[in-house]
């Protein structure tokens, strides 16, 4: 089956650090998404991106889908420690077929 | 404005008894989808439905577990003779459109079997 794989599984920074976690699929997408789950919370709808190339912003994070429409990233700068959490992307290949694909997630930890 | 709800947020059941885990979409959203999480894992897809369709369920186990959205209330995940594997948070999702779009989560149910 279709598959997106997101890396890394894990990342610890220090606050004031960047952070940046990827997604990547073999095939070509036709939108993809960002959630966020605080620990012990259930995943936040961030953003949706649909075009070949696009960028998006919310305040420090930093969202884009590539130009084959095949991967995206997200990226935080200089993380503070309520960006803890997990990061899930959710790969869409077909939008008629109403299902979407989720990556197995970055867990970001933020030092103090 | 309602959110996605879920309930029971926590439920415990021995070995082989049945666990029935509800959502009720937001006001308007017609698309269910179950998602099953284990302990430090991703989500996983279980099913999709629409009022009284199931839609795709590729990812339901082939036995034990049903779900169902009838006309009138909630969406049903249904486990019967749970196993210590089934333990696990399900969170329910749902969307307006016939197309994938923002996926809106409940709280979660997370079942714990003895």
């Known amino acids: ?112 | 404005n309602a959110g996605v709800m879920q309930n029971p947020r926590h439920l415990v059941r021995r070995r082989g008894q049945e666990a029935r885990l509800r959502c009720s979409p937001m006001k308007g959203h017609s698309h269910v989808y179950w998602y099953r999480q284990l302990p430090e894992e991703g989500l996983k897809f279980m099913v999709y439905l629409q009022k009284e369709n199931i839609i795709d369920e590729s990812g339901m186990p082939k036995e034990r577990f049903s779900a169902e959205f009838p006309k009138e209330g909630p969406s049903i995940l249904r486990i019967q003779q749970v196993v210590r594997g089934d333990s696990a948070a399900y969170f329910c999702a749902s969307s307006p459109n016939l197309a994938v779009d923002t996926q809106y989560f409940g709280p979660g149910t997370r079942l714990t079997v003895l």
């Open chain 1, 1 to 112: 089956g279709q598959q997106v794989m997101q890396i890394p599984q894990y990342q610890h920074v220090q606050e004031g650090e960047d952070f940046t976690t990827y997604c990547n699929s073999s095939t070509t997408l036709s939108n993809i998404q960002w959630y966020k789950q605080r620990p012990g919370g259930h995943p936040v709808f961030l953003i949706q991106l649909v075009k070949s190339g696009e960028v998006k912003k919310q305040k420090r994070l930093t969202f884009q889908f590539g130009e084959a429409k095949k991967n995206s990233s997200l990226h935080i700068t200089a993380t503070q420690t309520t960006d803890v959490g997990t990061y899930f992307c959710a790969a869409v290949y077909n939008t008629n077929a109403g299902k979407s694909t989720f990556g197995d997630g970055t867990t970001l930890t933020v030092k103090p």
